[in-house]
């Protein structure tokens, strides 16, 4: 059955950095593009980032350019969120996700095919 599990969150203060790690199974990860969302409470779920199928294209949501870097290793079907310069704002569960199409991963339109259970990050003043 298809798995992705996140791992990394955690509480940190304002400027500091975590990296977030999604595992991946059950499925050919090397076949689908992978993103991570989050959801801050009160509001909806949001895109942050997202990674094709080779690692060659990469997409992010303009709050965390220059932040915030995916990235993926198909060899350990694992995809990394590096996080830095955390702000107040970034404070929310975090979602890896999983799907074929990538225009669909980054416009969060259509239901995506696979999601993890969430990692909780707390960014602290």
């Known amino acids: 059955q298809v798995q992705l599990v996140e791992s990394g969150g955690g509480l940190v203060q304002a400027g500091g950095s975590l990296r977030l790690s999604c595992a991946a199974s059950?499925?050919?990860?090397?076949?689908?593009?992978m993103g991570w969302y989050r959801q801050a409470p009160g509001k909806e779920r949001e895109f942050v980032a997202a990674?094709?199928?080779?690692?060659?294209?990469?997409s992010y949501a303009e709050s965390v350019k220059g932040r915030f870097t995916i990235s993926r290793d198909n060899a350990k079907n694992t995809v990394l969120l590096q996080m830095d310069s955390l702000k107040l704002e970034d404070t929310a569960v975090y979602y890896c996700?999983?799907?074929?199409?990538?225009?669909?991963?980054?416009?969060?339109?259509?239901?995506?095919?696979?999601w993890g259970q969430g990692t909780q990050v707390t960014v602290s003043s």
């Open positions: 996700a999983a799907d074929p199409s990538f225009g669909r991963l980054t416009t969060g339109t259509g239901a995506l095919r696979y």
């Open positions: 059950g499925y050919i990860f090397s076949n689908y593009n």
């Open positions: 990674i094709n199928w080779s690692g060659g294209g990469v």
